[in-house]
């Protein structure tokens, strides 16, 4: 089993900066990915960035330029920051594990953009 806890969404203007958080607990052996989605009200769940245990990067083309994945490996923890964020990035957050033919997700962080 392997454990993630989101943390760290919250409301920020437009223009305005977040991080947010996953933290990676349990049986993380084997863990060659970790992804963020996000989910908007009515919309379907997207991917938004990922890295490797190699710290390869991957970014959607909505957040490239805009966003930055790292993660922190003596605290078992991944990071999203987003720049310059925009109302249209305003979602629940979801870190993401895909480990042993299983998806484990998180709860999920409210991340909402005022205009």
């Known amino acids: 089993q392997v454990h993630l806890v989101e943390s760290g969404g919250g409301l920020v203007q437009a223009g305005g900066s977040l991080r947010v958080s996953c933290a990676v607990s349990?049986?993380?052996?084997?863990?060659?990915?970790i992804r963020w989605y996000r989910q908007a009200p009515g919309k379907q769940r997207e991917w938004v960035a990922s890295i490797t245990n190699s710290n390869s990067t991957n970014y959607a083309d909505s957040v490239k330029g805009r966003a930055t994945i790292n993660r922190d490996n003596a605290k078992n923890t991944v990071y999203l920051l987003v720049n310059n964020l925009k109302p249209e990035d305003t979602a629940v957050y979801y870190c993401?594990?895909?480990?042993?033919?299983?998806?484990?997700w998180g709860q999920g962080t409210q991340v909402t953009v005022s205009s």
């Open positions: 993401n594990v895909p480990l042993a033919l299983r998806n484990y």
């Open positions: 349990g049986s993380t052996a084997g863990i060659n990915v």
